[in-house]
């Protein structure tokens, strides 16, 4: 029996969100460059920072387990559907250990409108993760805006009104 998937479920029955253990010390700094980024979406098409270059990104590192996660679904599917002919674009990256059935059903479920691909560990260092939900909003020269971690009201107003001003940069 392995502890994680146990940790997690007691986790999640709680109400809380778990930590993300991951070896990395260095994590991406604002005005750095976002680190590479190579994953399949759950539909099979391959994914990398290149496919959103000249794009406001917003990467969304979530698990189905996660109330927080799933409690910000709907805000993310609302600013796809907002900004998405202004130039931004949502990727949700999945944290559920290769459960890719499991997801599959979740993005049914939740009706989400944007990509969504699982998260392998290098993904998960490279970005530092450190507890979930965690969304990295990268600009469109492919650097690091911010980081946002939580999905409270305030978080998810902060996030929406760096968006904006990202979006109306040339």
């Not at 391959?46 to 959103?52: K, V």
Request: aromatic residues 8%.
């Amino acid at each position: 029996m392995r502890i994680v998937p146990v940790l997690r479920a007691f986790a999640a029955a709680a109400g809380f969100t778990m930590a993300v253990a991951s070896p990395s010390l260095a994590i991406p700094q604002k005005g750095q460059p976002a680190p590479p980024l190579k994953v399949v979406s759950t539909s099979g098409q391959p994914i990398s920072l290149a496919n959103y270059k000249g794009y406001v990104l917003v990467i969304d590192f979530f698990a189905t387990w996660c109330p927080p996660c799933r409690e910000a679904i709907p805000h993310l599917n609302g600013i796809s559907r907002k900004y998405g002919r202004q130039g931004l674009q949502v990727l949700g990256l999945s944290l559920d250990d290769g459960d890719e059935g499991a997801v599959k059903d979740f993005i049914a479920s939740k009706r989400i409108v944007y990509p969504v691909a699982l998260a392998g560990q290098d993904v998960q260092t490279d970005y530092g993760l450190r507890s979930l939900p965690t969304v990295y909003v990268i600009d469109k020269r492919g650097n690091v805006a911010d980081k946002f971690m939580g999905g409270s009201d305030a978080t998810l107003k902060n996030m929406e009104a760096l968006i904006k001003k990202l979006l109306a940069e040339k």
